[in-house]
């Protein structure tokens, strides 16, 4: 928000202008215009695919004899590997750095699930990040239960709290309508069944 505030101040009416120029990273959440989610939403799809595709390879790599893999989007796969692995503590504390890695491009919390500066940063700046975002994401999986469930949210509190948990991307390949909604809330109650145990 501060960034935003500074760029207002010294920018004042060109602010419009400067914007897009750095686009998603100083935009407030309630600033952004739809095409700048819909970008936002493709390049969050983007990136996980290729962090699940990289953690799935690399555990390919550590069992011998064993291909290549690669994780379908949407799949009980998937939702395994975010819900109970990736979305776990003991995963946090424990894993490898490039685990780590890849589970913080998948949340969102990275750019990218490719080590920068010679990998220094991944375990003494991404491992705190993601056990924060996780802490957050289990307080935020029981607000929802005591709330009421996934029916006692909109549509895009249903899609916000997707996006949230890495599975932004569950009713993309279906139209608009009543058939994603239904898509998306099935989504998200298999994420809260498969955190509560």
Known sequence: MIPFTLILIICGEFTPLIVPIFGSAITPATCRVPSQITK????????????????ANAQAAQQVGT???TVQIGSEQEMALLATRFANAEFARDADASAVLAAS???????????????????????????????????DDGMIRD??????????????????????????????????????????????????G
């Open 147 to 196: 709330g009421g469930g996934v029916r006692g949210l909109s549509v895009e509190e249903v899609r916000f709290a997707l996006e949230e948990r890495g599975l932004g991307d569950v009713g993309s390949i279906l139209r608009k309508g009543r058939k994603v909604e239904d898509v998306e809330r099935k989504a998200l109650e298999m994420w809260l069944d498969a955190r509560k």
């Open 40 to 55: 936002e939403r493709e390049t969050g799809s983007k990136r996980k695919y290729l962090a699940l595709t990289a953690h």
């Open 67 to 69: 291909m290549p893999a």
């Open 105 to 139: 491009a998948v949340f969102g919390i990275v750019k990218s699930h490719q080590p920068r500066f010679g990998g220094l940063l991944m375990g003494a700046v991404y491992r705190p990040r993601l056990r924060k975002y996780l802490r957050y994401l289990e307080i």
